[in-house]
């Protein structure tokens, strides 16, 4: 203590800790959602890793001894048969980590409505679906924290994949109503909205100097990787975040703070 304080200082270092606590991972088997499985598993929790494809969901569980699940993410009834599977395979859901969404690239006044609901589907039902179910075995079992991968083109324009940018700001609004809503019952709701992250997937879809052009517009010189995503999120659903509720974290690199007009 000092002369003027004599509160208590927590252990900081503990407060990131996951020990005995059961976490579950949607869209688990690579790029942030295996990195954020490895950042769980590696704080202590226990991980129920989940994908649509079965082999990846049981790849990444093998790495982390976790509990692999396959399952279609957009599809009520898979949804609510999973979150029961991970509520009697780990005791408890603490966590939920949902990183899934994929954007089309198509000017707006091309968009069809199967684009539309294509996308909708790929990046904001899923969430809604385990946002319920996860919610709801939280909130009867005393609270946790659920975290959800936006993206900037939820917070600025969206130029050439406008409903995915539609989609994500309506994650970011759903979050907030889930965190005024179940707050009360001890669940947390935030976001992560990552700039570009050269992902396996985007690294194969992205020429190079796409990557580029995007580590040169960076005010710290380089892409995002997936772990500076996974880092976030762990930060998020960790107690050193037990005051964070209903916020959307951008981690770009400092692209959107930059002053937007030529200067010379």
Request: proline residues 5%; hydrophobic residues 45%; charged residues 20%.
């Amino acid at each position: 203590m000092t002369s003027t304080d004599d509160s208590p200082v927590p252990d900081y270092g503990s407060l990131l800790r996951l020990d005995g606590k059961g976490a579950v991972v949607v869209g688990a088997g690579q790029g942030i959602g295996r990195q954020t499985t490895h950042a769980l598993a590696q704080a202590g929790a226990r991980v129920f890793c989940i994908d649509n494809q079965e082999a990846l969901a049981k790849e990444i569980a093998d790495e982390v001894g976790g509990i692999p699940w396959s399952c279609d993410a957009r599809e009520r009834g898979e949804v609510e048969e999973a979150v029961a599977a991970a509520r009697r395979e780990l005791g408890r859901i603490d966590v939920l980590v949902d990183i899934v969404g994929m954007a089309k690239y198509i000017d707006l006044l091309e968009t069809s409505d199967e684009d539309w609901d294509w996308t909708f589907g790929m990046v904001l039902r899923h969430a809604f679906l385990f946002a319920q179910y996860a919610g709801k075995a939280m909130s009867e079992d005393g609270g946790g924290a659920m975290c959800f991968v936006a993206s900037v083109s939820g917070i600025s324009s969206a130029p050439r994949h406008a409903a995915y940018g539609v989609a994500k700001a309506g994650l970011m609004s759903m979050a907030r109503s889930m965190a005024v809503e179940l707050g009360p019952a001890g669940v947390r709701t935030n976001c992560v909205a990552p700039g570009m992250v050269w992902t396996p997937r985007i690294s194969v879809l992205v020429p190079e100097s796409v990557k580029v052009k995007n580590e040169q517009n960076t005010p710290i010189g380089r892409v995002a990787i997936p772990a500076d995503i996974a880092s976030a999120a762990l930060f998020l659903v960790s107690e050193l975040a037990s005051y964070v509720n209903g916020q959307t974290l951008t981690v770009d690199g400092g692209v959107g703070v930059k002053f937007p007009y030529p200067m010379a």
